[in-house]
């Protein structure tokens, strides 16, 4: 449902739930990421997504019901903008969180396998015999 049709009584953590249903495609992240450094043609989206032009439309459709993006057509071409600059924002502090969230999985790796290293192997816990 977009966001722009759910009530101004709807639930705070409804709206938030509906915003991210809107971004959970890789395709409509990376048309935001795209976005993020300014206006661009949906031609030029083609090229940098490598998309079929139905498919990105599709995405490109959904972003722009949820309020994300704004399209503005001239003649032939259609050009999408970010409707708020809060979503690079957002993009920018997601990164974060999943930078830090693979920087403590792979310190809890390292760990692990450091863990190993400090015990006895096999052939050591049986006198070396097999």
Known sequence: MPLHALGVDTPLNELKAELFKALAHPVRVRALELLATGPHAVAD???????????????????????????????????????????????????TVLVQALSTSNDALTELLHQDDDRPSSTQQNGGAL
């Not at 071409?77 to 920018?92: D, F, H, Q, S």
Request: charged share 15%.
């Open 45 to 95: 989206m083609l090229v940098a997504t490598g998309m079929e032009a139905s498919h990105l439309s599709q995405h490109l459709s959904v972003l722009r019901r949820s309020g994300l993006v704004t399209a503005q057509r001239e003649g032939n071409t259609v050009t999408y903008r970010l409707a708020n600059p809060e979503v690079a924002n957002l993009l920018v502090v997601a990164r």
